[in-house]
């Protein structure tokens, strides 16, 4: 069963931080691109960030750029999104994703699996 789990959601003021944690079960995080996506109410799923597998890629969106920081450990199959100086308008479900390849990052449909999403609220 694959699986991805998402924890580490939850109520922040503005300007706080948060840390995300996504861990994979069986062969998904295995040679796999991770990528973070946000969901706010009544908008479209975000790019948000994303690693090559060796971890010596990395991509943002521009609108998280200097704030946010993915990192991964491959010996705990597990990828990390580290959010500091939050603003309001980072508020949404954050999801971890899972892909073969590092291109294509900001594309959902180019994501094969998906985990169940972590809320995060930043309060201003």
């Known amino acids: 069963q694959v699986q991805l789990v998402e924890s580490g959601g939850g109520l922040v003021q503005a300007g706080g931080s948060l840390r995300l944690s996504c861990a994979a079960t069986?062969?998904?995080?295995?040679?796999?691109?991770m990528g973070w996506f946000r969901q706010a109410p009544g908008k479209e799923r975000e790019f948000v960030a994303a690693?090559?597998?060796?971890?010596?890629?990395?991509d943002y969106a521009d609108s998280v750029k200097g704030r946010f920081t993915i990192s991964r450990d491959n010996a705990k199959n597990t990828v990390y999104l580290q959010m500091n100086s939050l603003k309001p308008e980072d508020t949404a479900v954050y999801y971890c994703?899972?892909?073969?390849?590092?291109?294509?990052?900001?594309?959902?449909?180019?994501?094969?699996?998906w985990g169940q999403g972590t809320q995060v609220t930043v309060s201003s």
């Open positions: 690693m090559s597998w060796s971890g010596f890629s990395t």
């Open positions: 069986g062969r998904t995080f295995t040679n796999r691109a």
């Open positions: 994703a899972a892909k073969r390849v590092f291109s294509g990052n900001i594309i959902p449909r180019e994501y094969d699996y």
